[in-house]
């Protein structure tokens, strides 16, 4: 079973640019969650979409944004981008079901903001 | 507000020895807990998670052992091994998050010494 695929692995981008990033989860998973990790800050919440909606929210400017598609892809999008937004960008999934709600990882995107 | 408190930062341990990582939390909403394993370079790796209806869960070497009315836990890692070399991160969800939201502790970095 092929787990959570993130693209693309490295990028570099100039400030005040926009960036997508693509998320597929693990086959038959609902939920997509993505996370921020930087040093300084560690690991950090941004949203969560459960069948196309979003479910949960961190506390992110409205800058970061993110969507889910019908197969359960998600992309997210970072506008305006700033230098401090460079970060291992993380998504997860998981079932959705609260019982079983093991969240597994992607190996992330990395965002260089120069 | 720093939500899930970790130490310590870092630890070094000789083969064989036990590693000890602690953490607390302040919200008491918090009902699902995780520990995550991350090697450099990839995402975060479910080690193993309790639920504060029990106040020890094992899983081979590894060990959370939970105190509900001090709001701390802890992962201990039995006859730990050089391949344990990695960062510990311990979480925490709430049920009205679907336990989709994971707040992460700090981490550790674990080196374990052959």
């Known amino acids: 079973k092929a787990g959570v695929t993130q693209t693309p692995r490295y990028l570099i981008k100039t400030r005040g640019q926009q960036v997508t990033l693509s998320c597929s989860p693990i086959?038959?998973?609902?939920?997509v969650s993505w996370y921020q990790q930087t040093p300084g800050q560690g690991l950090q919440f941004l949203f969560e979409?459960?069948?196309?909606?979003?479910?949960n929210k961190g506390n992110f400017p409205g800058r970061f944004s993110g969507r889910q598609f019908s197969n359960s892809r998600s992309e997210m999008n970072v506008s305006t981008l700033e230098l401090g937004d460079s970060a291992l960008y993380l998504c997860?999934?998981?079932?959705?079901?609260?019982?079983?709600?093991?969240?597994?990882f992607g190996e992330g995107s990395w965002l260089t903001v120069v | 507000q720093q939500q899930v408190k970790q130490s310590p930062q870092s630890l070094i341990v000789q083969k064989g020895g036990i590693s000890i990582i602690n953490c607390a939390y302040e919200?008491?909403?918090?009902?699902?807990f995780p520990w995550y394993q991350q090697f450099p370079g990839k995402g975060p790796a479910l080690l193993i998670a309790?639920?504060?209806?029990?106040s020890e869960k094992k899983e081979g070497r590894f060990t959370i052992s939970f105190n509900k009315s001090a709001k701390q836990f802890s992962l201990h890692i039995m006859d730990s091994q050089p391949g344990d070399s990695a960062t510990y991160f311990c979480?925490?969800?709430?049920?009205?998050?679907?336990?989709?939201?994971?707040?992460f502790g700090s981490g550790t970095r674990l080196q374990v010494q052959p």
């Open positions: 309790i639920r504060p209806d029990v």
């Open positions: 979480a925490a969800s709430r049920a009205d998050t679907g336990r989709r939201a994971l707040t």
């Open positions: 979409y459960f069948s196309e909606t979003q479910r």
């Open positions: 997860a999934s998981s079932s959705g079901h609260s019982s079983g709600n093991t969240i597994y």
């Open positions: 919200n008491t909403a918090f009902d699902y």
């Open positions: 086959s038959g998973h609902r939920s």
